[in-house]
Structure formats: structure tokens, C-alpha cells
């Protein structure tokens, strides 16, 4: 079966640096996509890997290992609008996304 | 730009009512999609629509009708309601994905609460 796993809830502080980890398992492969959804809001993209390696866009960096069906996504300079959920999701041969159940991140003072 | 538009942003509906949730994007996608998002799980895709006249079931469609008569509009209709389809509704727009590095995300809509009573 297709299935996304991430940590329920992370807990981090303001100005430090938190890494959110993804594995996946899906029929084909095209694509990881990393979106942020605030509380009582709708999802929005932060980023998309389809190659190995690291994306960078300012101070969030996603990484991908195909091999490893695992992704990371890296938040640094922490801020209190960083508080938020962060859903990942793997798309498809079919290309359909399948989400992960989202990662309530804290940031605390 | 508006981008998409859902409606209502919020209902409670007795069970056993029919209702439909208005979902239209000006973004010109082709591509539209229905998900459910519940407390614990991620987003489930309903139904989507990779072009105008063409829809298809996706993981949980039971209850759930659509119908894409126009590029923009994308209505999700519950025939008779049931306190399971207590749930927020989104509705998302991309281009229609394809090979290659093109990354065609999604745009989400801004939801729509729904409760069944």
C-alpha cells in the first residue's frame, strides 16, 4: 500500500534550526512536495524535490533520497510564525499526491 | 486574483440532507481536486477532475458526487448526508502533472467546515 510517515508534533525554540523527517512508500515516484498549513487555514506549497539532493529557498531546505524513500525538511532562524503544520506528500505514478498526516511544529520563545 | 473560492465556509447539516459545496478557481488549471482533511490523517482525496467533462474517483469517494461542467467550477455534492462526513472539505486546483521537472503544485481553496448531525 502507498503511505507517508511523520512525527505527530515537534517542539522547537525561536532563532534554532529544526529538521522534519518523511519517509514514504508509493507506487512510482514523482515528486515530494513539503506545504505549510497554519492552524484554521488552507495548505500552501513551500517546496518540491524530484532529484536526490537539497533544495534551498531561503531559510527552509528540503532534501530527498529516492533510494531511501525519506525526506527532509529544514527550518532555520526559527520564528513564532513558523508555528504551524507541515504535511508531506508524495506523488504518485498516477500522479495523485498522498499526504502524510501533518507535523504540528511549536515554537517556543 | 482571487485564486479559488470555496462556499459555504461553514455548515451544520442535519443527516440524511443533501448539500453541495461550491469550489471555483481563476487560475485557468485544468486539473481540480476534492480532499477531506480529519484530526490524525492526512488529506484524502474525494474526487478530481484533470479537465472540463471528466472526473474520477479517488481514495475515499463513497457519498460523494461531482461534476466538472467548465474549467472553473468544480461543485462536491453529498446525496444524503452522515455524521462520518463530519469533516473540513478543500478543494485544490494545479495544472494537469506530467514527466519532467515542472513541478505543478496545488492551490488549495480555503475550506469549507462541515458538520453532520
Known amino acids: 500500500g502507498q503511505n507517508i510517515d511523520q512525527p505527530t508534533e515537534m517542539t522547537a525554540t525561536e532563532g534554532a534550526i529544526v529538521q522534519i523527517n518523511c519517509t514514504y512508500q508509493?507506487?512510482?515516484?514523482?515528486?515530494l512536495f513539503w506545504y505549510q498549513q497554519h492552524a484554521g487555514e488552507a495548505p500552501t506549497f513551500l517546496s518540491y524535490?524530484?532529484l536526490d539532493g537539497l533544495e534551498e529557498k531561503g531559510r527552509f531546505s528540503s532534501f530527498l533520497s529516492r533510494s531511501k524513500g525519506y525526506s527532509y525538511l529544514l527550518l532555520k532562524e526559527l520564528q513564532m510564525k513558523d508555528s504551524a503544520s507541515y504535511l508531506c506528500?508524495?506523488?504518485?505514478?498516477?500522479?495523485?499526491?498522498?499526504w502524510g498526516a501533518g507535523t504540528k511544529l511549536i515554537i517556543k520563545p | 486574483t482571487a485564486g479559488i473560492t470555496q462556499a459555504p465556509t461553514s455548515q451544520i447539516l442535519a443527516a440524511g440532507r443533501s448539500m453541495t459545496l461550491r469550489c471555483t478557481q481563476d487560475?485557468?488549471?485544468?486539473?481540480m481536486y476534492w480532499y477531506r482533511q480529519d484530526l490524525g490523517l492526512g488529506l484524502r482525496l474525494i474526487h478530481y477532475?484533470?479537465?472540463?467533462?471528466?472526473?474520477g474517483k479517488g481514495e475515499v469517494p463513497d457519498g460523494y458526487s461531482v461534476s466538472r461542467a467548465n474549467t472553473d467550477d468544480f461543485p462536491l455534492t453529498l446525496a444524503s448526508a452522515v455524521p462520518s462526513q463530519t469533516s473540513v472539505y478543500f478543494c485544490?486546483?494545479?495544472?494537469?502533472?506530467?514527466?519532467?521537472?515542472?513541478?505543478?503544485?496545488?492551490?488549495f481553496g480555503p475550506g469549507t467546515r462541515l458538520t453532520v448531525l
Open positions: 477532475s484533470n479537465t472540463a467533462g471528466t472526473t
Open positions: 524535490n524530484v
Open positions: 487560475m485557468r488549471h485544468n486539473a
Open positions: 508509493t507506487s512510482g515516484f514523482n515528486g
Open positions: 506528500a508524495a506523488r504518485d505514478s498516477n500522479y495523485q499526491l498522498i
Open positions: 485544490a486546483s494545479s495544472e494537469i502533472p506530467g514527466g519532467g521537472a515542472i513541478i505543478h503544485e496545488q492551490f
